[in-house]
């Protein structure tokens, strides 16, 4: 048998040879991986979206979150040239749907149109939340608009004044529809409940066209909804607006006057939404995101729906979108504290 000596260029090649080839197998597995990994960051960045976007509203069909969500959608599907599915999550005022995006992949195909009270309002009024402001992406504000004061058209009243004057004389006798525990309506129906002094009932539902559904049919006999929301319904006459809760008269309906106007000075509460991702979710994409929000805004299609919905677009970047918060968030929970509102 021929053997090697230790020291011959035989036995000193064999050690290098082996190194060599493994240095090869290595590079080409790691070849493997880059040509893996690179169209995947191309995918989610360069060349999103290429599938359907999904967004979730966190109410029911029909509702003010629910109408801008599918407007939106349908402009932003236009400039990404894929479907953009509406998901309606209803539950816990929007605590099911924020669950729900929280724990999506952060690549930008699940994202959640939240309305302000879910950041604002849910956390002083939840002993636990399945989500916090740190589970997400703030991409963005869209838009915004004032709410209305309605009553069921059977209460005996005809204007702000006098539906505050029975209010008062029948304490606890009104019910409140809202959207839910936490919701904008239910936190504005609560902060004009302690403006005006009244002493009503809450009543949530899963959303705002359940809850207008019960307030036309006078189960409830008040509610302060969202313009683009309760608007449709006032035509019906079995509701009536009394005040809108802008600093200004909206131009959808001129005729009826502020809070402020018709009786309680400096009141004023307006809903907002914002278009949020999960934690994670790369900074280039959501820029891009809310790039084309912007764009989508500028549409004629969606100044045209902002118009006839009484809204604004009120489109502003993650950081003066967490200053709104915040600031938002001190006001509510001293509201929350002072009304003894709970989730319950």
Known sequence: ???????????????????????????????????????????????????????????????????????????????????????????????????????????????????????????????????????FELIGKTASGPMVVTINSAVPANNFKEFVAYAKANPGKLNMASAGNGSQVHIAGEAFAQASGIDVTHVPYKGEGPAYADLMGGAVQMAVGNINAISPLLKSGRVKALAVTGRERSGLMPEVPTVAEAGLPNFEFTGWFALVAPAGTPKALTAKIYADIQQAMEQPGMKRYLAEQGMLASVMGPAQLTDDITRESARWKELVAVRKITAN
Do not use: C
Not at 33 to 44: C, E, I, N, S, T
């Open 1 to 135: 048998m021929n053997h090697l000596k230790m020291n011959s260029p035989q036995a000193l090649e064999a050690p290098a040879l082996a190194k060599r080839r493994a240095g090869l197998k290595w590079l080409a597995l790691t070849g493997i991986g880059l040509a893996v990994a690179w169209p995947a960051a191309q995918a989610q960045q360069g060349d999103w979206p290429n599938k359907p976007v999904r967004v979730v509203i966190p109410f029911s069909s029909g509702g003010a979150t629910d109408l801008l969500g599918r407007a939106l959608g349908n402009e932003l599907g236009k400039i990404w040239k894929q479907s953009v599915v509406i998901d309606n999550r209803t539950g816990a005022g929007g605590a099911v749907a924020a669950e729900l995006v929280a724990k999506a992949p952060a690549d930008g195909y699940t994202l959640l149109l939240a309305s302000g009270s879910m950041f604002t309002v849910n956390p002083h009024l939840y002993a636990k939340l399945p989500y916090s402001l740190q589970s």
